[in-house]
């Protein structure tokens, strides 16, 4: 199928999503949004304006959940990833595991959180906004999920961190030539001959069409949520920062003292790493140990770059492992062991 026939099948749907009177002014999309335990706070971020921040915020009944901060990735990522994660970790304890306090913030120039105008809003700026709005909502002690960036700046708050992208660095470098053999051998795996080829035609088509209308974006994000997966949409076109706040990441993320795949091994924070076969990054799983004190490692047959959406049963049972009892981060955080 070519992209026109591709796009043109996946936009109808979402043309008639749009608000309209015969769905009383708010689209299908707009009222499952509206369901979610949605606040929006002020969050003061050093040498920047104050930035509006959207977040959903899924509270246990359990007394002693642990507190869970889940931060999307970069373009096509959102809040929604989360969405299908929320019964399954708020009420875990129904399963006899581990309970948690789900927190969810659209980053900054994402979603339904504000624009920042300034330049050189990177990394650092985006781990001082999940932190603060942590402290805010009361979490001095958290584990984080799908970035390890806070690890660095804020290691005494941040006990745990799962990973669902794992770029890390080589063990040693002992024998370099077996070094960059083993690289290679894997970047070039990501695809295959065909894939390869597929792709560019793809990217080429898929970027122009991005640029001028709705379904420009549309196209792009099909070619991800597509390729990145193993077998979401007109929330960045009304985001309140606009669709092309976002890429700004790319951009701000190679930059500053944290850059977005920094190799640095953060000591203190236990670290669990979950590999899927179409993740768009396949590094040796052994190299996952130069990140930090690894505690949980599972590899999964299926899923690729977003797990969570794609796969959350997997993600969620990663983390009962992980944080519940006999887990190697079970009762990292101060008075949360995830138990009543």
């Known amino acids: 199928m070519n992209l026109r026939v ?16 015969s769905t009383g002014g708010q689209s299908t999309a707009g009222r499952s949004i509206n369901k ?18 959207h977040l959903v ?4 009944s359990a007394k002693h959940a642990i507190p869970l901060v889940f931060v999307h990735g970069c373009g096509p990522g959102s809040f929604l990833e989360v969405t299908k994660l ?40 985006y781990a001082e906004t999940c932190h603060k709005l942590m ?18 700046p804020y290691p005494s708050h941040l006990t745990a961190s799962h ?7 080589p063990p040693s470098w002992k024998s370099p030539f077996s070094f960059v053999t083993m690289l290679t051998r894997y970047m070039l795996g990501m695809y295959s001959a065909a894939e390869k080829a597929g792709l560019e035609a793809f990217q080429k088509n898929g970027m122009g069409y991005y640029a001028v209308y709705p379904v420009g974006l549309l196209a792009w994000m099909y070619e991800k949520l597509h390729g990145w997966t193993d077998n979401y949409d007109c929330l960045y076109w009304f985001s309140t920062a606009g669709p092309a706040a976002s890429v700004r990441i790319y951009y701000e993320s190679q930059k500053g003292e944290f850059p977005a795949f920094g190799s640095k091994y953060v000591p203190g924070v236990k670290l669990g790493l979950a590999y899927f076969p179409k993740e768009i990054c396949r590094l040796p799983k052994t190299w996952g140990s130069g990140m930090g004190e690894v505690v949980c490692a599972r590899e999964h047959d299926r899923g690729g770059h977003f797990a969570a959406w794609e796969l959350p049963g997997s993600i969620a049972g990663d983390l009962r492992i992980m944080f519940g009892k006999g887990g190697g981060a079970y009762g990292v955080v101060e008075g949360a062991s995830g138990y009543d």
């Open 135 to 152: 402290l805010a909502l009361g979490y001095e002690q958290y584990g984080f999920l799908i970035t390890r960036v806070m690890g660095q």
């Open 86 to 125: 929320l019964p399954l970790l708020s009420d875990a304890e129904k399963d006899n595991g581990p309970a948690f306090h789900i927190v969810a913030p659209s980053l900054p120039n994402f979603g339904f959180s504000s624009v920042v105008k300034r330049p050189g809003f990177g990394m650092k700026q």
């Open 57 to 60: 915020h899924r509270k246990s």
């Open 6 to 21: 591709l796009v043109g099948t996946t936009a109808r749907p979402w043309a008639t999503c749009i608000d309209s009177p």
């Open 163 to 169: 990973i669902n992208m794992v770029v890390s660095p």
């Open 36 to 53: 979610l335990p949605n606040f929006i706070t002020s969050i003061s971020v050093e040498g920047f304006d104050p930035v509006d921040v």
